[in-house]
Nanobody, 115 residues
Framework: QGQLVESGGGLVQPGGSLRLSCVTSRITFNIYTMGWYRQAPGKQRELVTTITSGGSTDYVDSVKGRFTISRDNAKNTVYLQMNSLKPEDTAVYYC?????????WGQGTQVTVSS
C-alpha cells in the first residue's frame, strides 16, 4: 500500500508563495504519474496539475503561469511551487499517485490565502 505524506501548507497573504512537498513510500515512484488535487469548502475535489513519469506536465487553466509541479525521483518526492497566490487558491491540497487506474492519496495539507 503506497504512502504519501504532504507538507508545506499554511497561511499566506495574497500574492505570496508556498511550496508543497509530497514524500512517497512503498511505491515504485518513478513509474507513477504524480498529481496535486485540491478541495475547497463546499466544492468538489479538482485536479490541479500532473507530472508523468517522463516529466510531462499539465495544469488546470486557473493556475497556469503561477504553479509549477516537479519531481525528484531520487527522493521519491513531488513538489508544487505556488506563486502569486490568490484567495481562490484556498483549499486542502492532496498529493496523488496514479498508475493504470490505481490511485494512492495523501492526507492533505491546508493552504489558506488571506490578508
Amino acid at each position: 500500500q503506497g504512502q504519501l505524506v504532504e507538507s508545506g501548507g499554511g497561511l499566506v497573504q495574497p500574492g505570496g508563495s508556498l511550496r508543497l512537498s509530497c514524500v512517497t513510500s512503498r511505491i515504485t515512484f518513478n513509474i507513477y504519474t504524480m498529481g496535486w488535487y485540491r478541495q475547497a469548502p463546499g466544492k468538489q475535489r479538482e485536479l490541479v496539475t500532473t507530472i508523468t513519469s517522463g516529466g510531462s506536465t499539465d495544469y488546470v487553466d486557473s493556475v497556469k503561469g503561477r504553479f509549477t509541479i516537479s519531481r525528484d525521483n531520487a527522493k521519491n518526492t513531488v513538489y508544487l511551487q505556488m506563486n502569486s497566490l490568490k484567495p481562490e487558491d484556498t483549499a486542502v491540497y492532496y498529493c496523488n499517485a496514479n498508475r493504470a487506474g490505481i490511485h494512492f492519496w495523501g492526507q492533505g495539507t491546508q493552504v489558506t490565502v488571506s490578508s
